[in-house]
């Protein structure tokens, strides 16, 4: 069995107040493996730029990250799972939270900047598998 695994690529400048919102083309379906940062090398996005990427329609937070910096990052951003009472599931008693991949079905990504900086720009990867 092969694993199917697509690049979603955001190209992100910002406006005059240093904001951008934007959107993957087209639906994503499946995990969220990981997301990619690429400075533009002449005009990178400001330090203290914050990013959040969210499903368009449900509202579902992939990435919430404050203060990204200029330099490129790759996360493997996770969400806290549940048991099937809707309690936190844990490692062991009191231990530490179980997290998995994001899962995407049938929605675009919607990704937005804040702070960044007057005209500024970068590139966002968003590696998903089916």
Request: hydrophobic share 40%; glycine share 10%.
């Amino acid at each position: 069995m092969s694993i199917q695994v697509t690049r979603h690529r955001i190209v992100a400048t910002t406006d005059a107040s240093g904001n951008f919102t934007g959107f993957t083309q087209g639906a994503v379906n499946g995990k969220v493996e990981q997301v990619s940062y690429i400075p533009d090398g002449a005009t990178p996005l400001d330090t203290n730029s914050d990013l959040d990427i969210t499903g368009e329609v449900t509202g579902l937070v992939v990435a919430n990250h404050d203060n990204i910096g200029t330099a490129a990052f790759t996360r493997a951003y996770r969400q806290a799972t549940h048991n099937a009472d809707g309690s936190a599931a844990l490692y062991a008693a009191a231990g530490t939270p179980v997290n998995d991949k994001v899962a995407i079905a049938g929605e675009r990504l919607k990704l937005v900047i804040a702070q960044g900086g007057n005209t500024k720009s970068g590139t966002f990867d968003i590696i998903v598998s089916d």
